[in-house]
């Protein structure tokens, strides 16, 4: 059947199914042929990829900034055990104080703070004394070690008070 006509009275003859290329008749396909695009869940699907990619960004920046901060207490950690303690047998400078009923108690703890306090207050005499050192009373150590330390001290010296004393600030 024909469709259309031309100015001039020739008319042209367009079939379903075909089209002319100076024609602007185009065929329809059947429904179903093309599928609707969601471009509405494109965009969202981008905007969430892009938003994991922000996260894990983000998480890695935090991790990599804690990472940093734990490093930087590490080397706290290590120069602080690093530091000098002297280890003290109250017992061995006055043997009125003691230990002799608990390895972790004292018999005098008024009479053992002020030997502490002592200790503590002329440390560079007590840390160098020749004499003290060579007789075991006073023992170096480090922060890092001297709990284990006096533990051990306390088993193989029953009876003896033995303190840590720190440098003075």
Known sequence: HAIGGRAGGAGRSVHRGSMSSDSDDWDVPDEGTFRRVDTEAIVAEQADAAARAAEADAKRALDAVESARDSERAKERERRDSEPVVLVDITALDPTVHNRHDKNAVNDVDKASKWRRTVEAAYGKYSADEDLIAAG???????????????????????????????PA
């Open 137 to 167: 009373t006073v023992r170096g150590c480090t922060r890092g070690a001297y709990l284990g330390e006096l533990r051990r001290l306390r088993d193989e010296v029953p009876g003896h008070y033995w303190v840590a004393v720190f440098p």
